[in-house]
C-alpha cells in the first residue's frame, strides 16, 4: 500500500457520509410529501362524521374515538362490494387481453424481420400519443354502435386501446435486450416457436412483461374519464366513477365514506406493485450469455 | 450421423452478398473447419446448415434429405454459439435435458444421457446451478453439453472458444477434440484461430469474401496454399510478400527479389516458373524459412545469406520474431534463441527457397 489511499480514505468516507446524509433528507422530504394524501385518508376514514365536520378539531388526529363506521358503512349498505367487483373483473381481463396482444405484436416487432416492422413499431407508440379526451368522443360512437353503452363491457373493448401501444412498446424494448441467439437455441433444440415463446423467451422476458403488466393494471384499475362517459347505472360503475357519484349526493360530501373508499380502491394495485416489483428488480437475463 | 452436401450456396441480405456460391461436401465424421477473415459469411454458412437463415440460393442437404426448407427443429442438429445462450432460468441439468424434455423422452433415459454428458465434460456437480453461478469456462461446457446429449446428426460451433482466455482457449481445444474422437460425428466448426483451425480439421475451409478460397487438409492449405490469400492468411506471423523477377542464371531458373538476394528455384517451382522468365512474380516466404546464419543444420543448406539490418526483434522464448527491412519492405523472420540479434543491429539472414511460393500477381493464383 502507498500512502496516496491512506491519505484519501478519510475524505472519501466523509463524501460518501454526506452523500447519503443527502439522499436520505431527499428521500425523506419525497416520503413525506407522497405519504401525506394517503395518511390524511386513513385518519379522515377512521373519524366520526361528527369530528369531521367539526371546525376546530385537529385534522392530523382522531381525537374524538376511532370509528369503523365509515367501511362497514362502505362493504355492507353501498354499492362498493359492487363497484370493486365490477373493477376487478374489468382489470383482470383487460390486463389479460392486453399482455396477450402486446406480447405477441412485441415479439413479432422485435424478432421477426418482415417489410415495415420498424415503421410499424413507430406507428404503435404514436398511437399511444393520442390523448383519451380526443379519443373517447369517437370512440363513444363505437361503443354505443356495438350497444355496449352504460356496460362495464365498453371498457374491456376501450382501454386496450390505452394499454396495448404502450405495453407493446416498452416490451419491444425490452425484448430487444434479449439476445437473439437464445431463442435460436431453443429453435435448434426442437422447439416449434410456440415452445419456444412460452418456455424459453417469455420466463427471460418476466421483468419487461411485469413492467407492462403494472402499466396495464394501472390504467384498467383507475381510468376516470372512459367509465365517466360511458356508464351510467350504478350497477355498472367501477371504483374510480362510482365512489364518486354514490358518495357525493348533489353538493354534499361525504368524506369519512369517500377517504375509507379510496382507500380500499388503492389497496390493491398498492400490494401488486409490492409484490411484483422484487420480480421486475431481480433482472433474469444474467448468465445467459457471456456477460 | 449423417453427411452434409453444399451446393452453390447463395446468401443475400437486402443488397449485402454475404455468400456467393458455396460447394461443399462433408463426409460423414468429418471435423470441418471454417476460417477467413471477419465478415466473410463463415457464420451464414453455419446458420443456414442451422436453419436460422434463409437459402437465397442453392441446396443444402443433411443425409440424403435436402433440408433448405426444413425448420431447425426437424434437422436434428446441434449448435453451440459463441456467447453459449444457455437460458438463465434454467439449472445447467434443465439446460442440457431441454431438447430431450422437448422430444418427450422418458424421464430416466433424460437423467442417464445428462449424467454421461456431464461426466465426460467433467460438469457434474453443476447439474443444479444456474447459468450466473457458473464461470465462463464452465458455461462453455454446459452449452456443449447440451449439444451431446442430444446425439445430433451434425454439430456446429460458432466461435465458441473466442470468449475464453488463451488458457482455458487451449483447454477446451483439446477437449472438443477429445470429443471428436469419442463420437465421431460430423461437425462444422467455425473459428478465426489459426491455432483451433490447424489442430481441430481434418478439413480446413479458407473463406473469403463469401467464396471458398481452398479446402484441404490443414497440411495442404499451409504448406500448398492455392492462391495469395490463403497463402496470407494461414500462418501467425503471417507470409512474406515480395515483388520477385523470374530470370535464368547459369542454367538455372532463379527468382529475384525485389532489393534481396537472388533465390535458385528447386526443381519443380523452377519448372513451373519457366514460363515466366524475364516477368515479375510475387515471391511468399515464410517468416519460418528465413532463418539465421549461424549454426543452421546443413540439411537445409540451400539457403542463400542476405545482409539485413534488423528492425524489431520480439523474442518469444522458444524462439526470435525478427522484423527487418528489404527495400521497402518490411519482412518477418523466425530464428533460434541461441543467436540474439539486436534492432538496427546489421546481420545475415539465410533464406531457404525451398517452400518458396510463386504467385502471379494477375491471378493472385500459386503457381
Ligand atoms: N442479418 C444480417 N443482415 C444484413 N447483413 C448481414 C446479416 N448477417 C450478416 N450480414 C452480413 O453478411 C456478411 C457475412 O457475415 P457473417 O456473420 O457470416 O460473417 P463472419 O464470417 O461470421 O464474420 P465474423 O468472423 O466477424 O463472425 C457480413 O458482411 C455481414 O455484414
Ligand atoms: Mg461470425
Redesign the pocket.
Same mark, same amino acid.
Given at each position: 500500500m502507498t500512502a496516496i489511499p491512506f491519505k484519501t480514505a478519510p475524505s472519501l468516507r466523509s463524501n460518501r457520509r454526506w452523500a447519503l446524509i443527502a439522499a436520505y433528507a431527499c428521500l425523506g422530504i419525497f416520503v413525506v410529501f407522497f405519504l401525506f394524501p394517503p395518511y390524511y385518508m386513513l385518519v379522515t376514514s377512521l373519524k366520526t362524521n361528527a369530528e369531521i365536520a367539526e371546525l376546530a378539531s385537529n385534522p392530523w388526529i382522531v381525537t374524538d374515538g376511532v370509528t369503523l363506521g365509515h367501511y362497514e358503512h362502505l362493504l355492507t349498505e353501498s354499492s362498493f362490494p359492487r363497484f370493486f367487483l365490477n373493477t376487478t373483473i374489468v382489470t383482470v381481463i383487460v390486463v389479460a387481453i392486453t399482455m396477450v396482444i402486446s406480447v405477441l405484436a412485441a415479439y413479432s416487432l422485435a424478432r421477426l424481420r418482415f417489410w415495415g416492422s420498424g415503421v410499424l413499431a413507430t406507428g404503435v407508440f404514436l398511437t399511444y400519443l393520442v390523448p383519451d379526451t380526443l379519443l373517447f368522443i369517437p370512440l363513444f360512437k363505437i361503443v354505443g354502435w356495438l350497444g355496449l353503452l352504460d356496460t362495464y363491457w365498453s371498457l374491456v373493448l376501450v382501454y386496450p386501446t390505452l394499454t396495448v401501444p404502450f405495453c407493446t412498446w416498452i416490451m419491444i424494448g425490452y425484448f430487444g435486450s434479449i439476445p437473439r441467439e437464445l431463442d435460436e437455441a431453443a429453435l435448434i433444440d426442437g422447439a416449434n416457436h410456440m415452445q419456444m415463446l412460452l418456455k424459453v423467451f417469455i420466463p427471460v422476458a418476466l421483468p419487461g412483461l411485469i413492467a407492462a403488466t403494472i402499466f396495464a393494471f394501472t390504467v384498467a384499475w383507475a381510468n376516470f374519464l372512459y367509465p365517466l362517459a360511458y356508464i351510467y347505472s350504478e350497477s355498472e360503475m367501477v371504483l374510480t366513477v362510482g365512489t364518486v357519484t354514490t358518495l357525493i349526493k348533489g353538493d354534499v360530501f361525504h368524506w369519512g365514506g369517500l377517504m375509507a373508499g379510496a382507500l380500499l380502491a388503492a389497496a390493491p394495485p398498492v400490494i401488486l406493485y409490492a409484490f411484483l416489483m422484487d420480480y421486475y428488480i431481480a433482472g433474469l437475463t444474467s448468465g445467459a450469455t457471456k456477460g | 450421423m449423417a453427411d452434409v452436401t453444399l451446393q452453390n450456396l447463395v446468401k443475400t441480405?437486402?443488397t %449485402?452478398e454475404?455468400v456467393r456460391g458455396i460447394d461443399l461436401s462433408i463426409p460423414n465424421n468429418e471435423f470441418v473447419v471454417l476460417v *477467413?477473415p +471477419? *465478415?466473410? *459469411?463463415? +457464420?451464414?454458412v453455419l446458420r443456414m446448415i442451422a436453419g436460422l437463415e434463409d437459402v437465397t440460393g442453392g441446396d443444402i442437404r443433411i443425409g440424403d434429405e435436402r433440408v433448405n426448407d426444413v425448420p431447425p427443429k426437424d434437422r436434428n442438429i446441434a449448435m453451440v454459439f459463441q456467447n453459449y445462450a444457455l437460458y438463465p432460468h434454467m439449472t445447467v441439468a434443465q439446460n442440457m435435458s431441454f431438447g430431450l424434455r422437448l422430444r418427450k423422452v422418458a424421464k430416466s433415459e433424460i437423467r442417464d444421457k445428462v449424467q454421461r454428458a456431464a461426466d465426460i465434460l467433467g460438469i457434474a456437480e453443476l447439474l443444479d446451478r444456474r447459468p450466473r453461478e457458473l464461470s465462463g469456462g464452465q458455461r462453455q461446457r454446459v452449452a456443449m453439453g447440451r449439444a451431446i446429449v442430444r446425439d445430433p446428426e451434425v454439430f456446429l460451433f460458432d466461435e465458441p472458444l473466442s470468449n475464453l482466455d488463451a488458457k482455458l482457449r487451449g483447454q477446451m481445444r483439446i477437449e472438443i477434440q477429445r470429443l471428436h474422437q469419442q463420437l465421431r460425428t460430423t461437425t462444422v466448426y %467455425?473459428t478465426?484461430d489459426q491455432v483451433e483451425a490447424m489442430t481441430l480439421a481434418d478439413r480446413v475451409v479458407v473463406m473469403n469474401a463469401g467464396r471458398i478460397e481452398q479446402a484441404g487438409t490443414p497440411d495442404e492449405v499451409y504448406h500448398r496454399p492455392r492462391t495469395r490469400f490463403v497463402a496470407g492468411f494461414m500462418g501467425s506471423p503471417a507470409m512474406n510478400f515480395l515483388d520477385c523477377q523470374i530470370t535464368e542464371e547459369n542454367g538455372r531458373t532463379v527468382a529475384r527479389l525485389a532489393a534481396g538476394p537472388a533465390l535458385p528455384l528447386p526443381a519443380e517451382q523452377a519448372a513451373r516458373a519457366r514460363s515466366y522468365t524475364g516477368k515479375k512474380l510475387v515471391a511468399g516466404l515464410r517468416p519460418e524459412n528465413i532463418r539465421e546464419a549461424a549454426g543452421h543444420d546443413g540439411a537445409n543448406s540451400s539457403g542463400v545469406p542476405h545482409d539485413v539490418s534488423i528492425d524489431i526483434v520480439e523474442p518469444l522464448g522458444r524462439e526470435t520474431i525478427v522484423y527487418f527491412r528489404l527495400g521497402d519492405a518490411t519482412l518477418c523472420a523466425r530464428v533460434g534463441t541461441e543467436v540474439h540479434p539486436s534492432a538496427g543491429e546489421q546481420t545475415s539472414l539465410v533464406f531457404h527457397p525451398d517452400r518458396l511460393h510463386l504467385i502471379d500477381p494477375e491471378t493472385d493464383l500459386v503457381l
Open positions: - | 441480405f437486402d %449485402v454475404a *477467413g +471477419s *465478415g466473410c *459469411g463463415k +457464420s451464414t %467455425v478465426h
